[in-house]
Every structure is written in C-alpha cells, then in structure tokens.
C-alpha cells in the first residue's frame, strides 16, 4: 500500500503545472457566483454608460467610458463561454454539453453602445 | 515561437528609440496578418503592452507572454478585456485538448489491459484445468 501511495505521489507531482483538487459543489458555486457578479456588474454599467456617456462620432468621446464599453462588449459575448469551459475543463458538464471550439466574437467597440444581452435581446 | 523572438528583437530597438506608435502599428499589423491565432494573441498582446506601458511594455509582455505560453498563469493586467479573454481562451481549449488527449490514452490503456488481462484469465482457467 505504501509503494502503491509513493507511486502516485510520483507520478502526479514534480512535473508539469500543479493540479487542484477541490469540493466540487464549493467550486461550481464559486465559479456561479463570479459569473453572476460579472454579467450583473456588466448590466449595471451599460445602463451607466447609455446614462452618462457621450460620442464623438462612432466613438466614446471619454477614454474611460471606451474602456467600460469594451468590458461591456466582452463580458456580454464571453463570459458565458468562459464559465462552461471553467465547468466542462472540470468535469462538471455533460457530454453533450460541451461548449464551442472557439469563444463568441466579441462586437466591434462602438457609441453608441449597440444592443446586447443585457438589453433582453 | 522562433517568429516571436525575431520580431521582439527587431522591434526592441524601435520602441527603445521613443517610436512607440510606431511599434505598436507593426506589432498589430502582425497580429492582424497572422494566420495562427496563437500568433494574433501574442501579437495583439505586444500591441498593447507597448501602447499602455510604452518602451518597458515589451519586456513586461515578453515575460509574461512566456508564462503563458508555458501555461502557467500571467499577469496581463495591460491587456484589453477582449485581449484577455482571447488569452485565457486559449489556455481553456489548450486544458480541454490535454484532457482529451488524456481520456483518449486511458480508453486505450483500458482496451489493452482488458484484453491482457482476457489473456491471463485465459491462461490461468487453462493451466487449472490442465492439472
């Protein structure tokens, strides 16, 4: 048994990056919970935006709004992907649930903000 | 990698002459010409890397480009939100190809030591009977 315990030991450490195991139901709920925190976050700030922000042109006229507009954008497009590749990557998806090769585009940055999720669409 | 470091060498000189946009144009032209998305994420990295921290962008993105190439995890704090997203992409589909490739090599393992082990069995039910 001993032998058998030193064998794993060697063969899974010392090579290769560090691999993690954790509760499964902590980790699905952490990773839950970001994502929840990320796309409400991401709502919130394209209504500020559409509120507070104004264009010069095609463009936000305030580098900070461009810059908030941009993690608008990509948080409606990717954030999904990332969160069902955090479970699949873990295991805790289906098989048939296994999300696309390559992530979503991402809509190219422009003022006004053009319609997203969040916007029921 | 090799292209990678070729275009860091030509292009440290540049940056270290105060040509930062000028850099940055030739580092996105790269990443939009490139025909492997590995290379469009290293190359729009280094584009952004000199536009948000000028000349030292470079040696910080060389840096942390190589952790992660290496797969470990990088700091990428100068990196657009979509940049980023790119990135971590990558490291995703590149640990959804390990464990594919991982699961591949255990159903193998399983079918080959299935069938020894039917060999054995065999060998064994045959050795008893033969007493």
Same mark, same amino acid.
């Given at each position: 048994m001993r032998n058998l315990v030193l064998l794993l030991l060697i063969t899974t450490t010392g090579c290769g990056t560090k691999v993690i195991l954790r509760d499964t139901n902590v980790y699905k709920a952490e990773l839950d919970q970001y994502h929840r925190w990320a796309t409400a976050q991401s709502g919130y700030l394209r209504d500020f935006i559409a509120e507070h922000c104004e264009c010069d042109g095609d463009t936000f006229a305030d580098a900070e709004c461009k810059d908030a507009a941009d993690y608008v954008l990509t948080i409606e497009a990717r954030a999904d992907w990332h969160h069902q590749m955090s479970l699949w990557n873990a295991g805790l *998806?289906?098989? +048939?649930k296994e999300p696309a090769k390559n992530p979503p585009s991402i809509a190219p940055l422009t003022c006004p903000l053009p319609a997203g999720l969040t916007d029921g669409e | 990698m090799s292209d990678f470091a070729d275009v860091l060498d030509t292009l440290i000189p540049l940056v270290g002459g105060a040509l930062v946009d000028k850099a940055k144009d030739e580092i996105t032209k790269l990443s939009e010409d490139a025909d492997d998305p590995t290379k469009q994420i290293v190359f729009a990295l280094m584009a952004e890397a000199v536009g948000e921290l000028g000349e030292d962008g470079l040696d910080i993105a060389e840096a942390e480009i190589k952790r992660l190439l290496n797969g470990r995890s990088a +700091? *990428?704090?100068?990196?657009s939100p979509r940049t980023a997203s790119d990135a971590v992409a990558l490291l995703q589909n590149a640990e959804r190809g390990r464990k594919k490739k991982a699961k591949a090599a255990i159903a193998k393992a399983g079918k080959v030591f299935g069938t020894v082990g039917a060999l054995f069995f065999k060998a064994a039910v045959s050795g008893a009977l033969s007493k």
């Open positions: *998806l289906p098989d +048939d | +700091d *990428l704090d100068w990196a």
